[in-house]
């Protein structure tokens, strides 16, 4: 069956997006865009992005990961170092974040190279997680095919019983990437489909604003 869409439409009046009220630094108005998102509230996970990567047989893969923690050095999320995901990161650096925000008519694309953070910083984060979650990262080996849930839930009805009283260390396959920017473009739906669109990019380590045809 081939089910036409085109009747979905939506015109994009919230508001406007002008370079010259843009600071200098993407990573400050991505925290000022974070915090009217989450203000203006609807969204459930803010912190929701699309991780795209490209594996070692050049096929793109792209699914919905949550992002933990951002800086100018970079934006961070964690995962099994085991995964579709991880494997395709060791295979080719060169990734792609996306945020949409539709409370706000916004998206915002981020691209850049990723890398493993220090052992220390996902130790630290693994500890501020429930243990339900910490006893999760121990009994899913990520992306594997498996005979049934039910074998997830003997495993981790076993590490309920094993860690019932003890503090869970973080295993070793997994723990956080930090994505470190290269572009990160903000759009602002507008009328007509004549959307905002300004990308800052780095060079020769300063970072340049650059207005797009929609």
């Known amino acids: 069956m081939n089910r036409d869409l085109g009747a979905y439409r939506k015109s994009y009046e919230q ?23 989450q203000s203006e509230g609807g969204i459930e996970e803010v912190n929701a ?3 795209a990567t490209v594996n070692a047989q050049v096929q793109p893969q792209a699914r919905i990961v949550l992002l ?13 170092y085991e995964s579709n995901k991880a494997r395709s990161m060791e295979a ?19 691209s ?20 339900g979650s910490q006893l999760g990262a121990w009994v899913s080996q990520q992306s594997q095919v498996i005979a049934s849930s039910q074998q997830l839930l003997d495993r981790l009805e076993a ?5 019932e009283n003890k503090p869970v260390k973080r ?9 470190a920017p290269q572009r990160i473009e903000f759009w602002q739906g507008r009328p007509n489909r004549l959307h905002d ?10 970072w340049i604003k650059e207005r797009l045809s929609p």
């Open 15 to 37: 508001q406007a997006l002008s370079e010259d009220k843009m600071p200098a630094h993407p990573v400050d108005f991505f925290e000022q865009w974070f915090k009217e998102v």
């Open 49 to 51: 992005m699309t991780l």
């Open 68 to 80: 933990k923690s951002f800086s100018k050095e970079g934006f961070v999320f964690y995962t099994n």
């Open 92 to 110: 080719n650096q060169a990734v792609s974040l996306s945020f949409f925000w539709p409370n706000l008519e916004r998206q915002v694309i981020v």
């Open 112 to 131: 850049g190279t990723v890398s493993k953070v220090p052992a220390a910083v996902s130790d630290a984060y693994f500890a501020s997680r429930p243990k």
């Open 159 to 163: 590490l309920e019983k094993k860690y």
């Open 171 to 179: 295993p070793a396959h997994w723990g956080g990437y930090v994505v």
């Open 197 to 206: 669109r300004v990308r800052y990019r780095t060079d020769n380590g300063n």
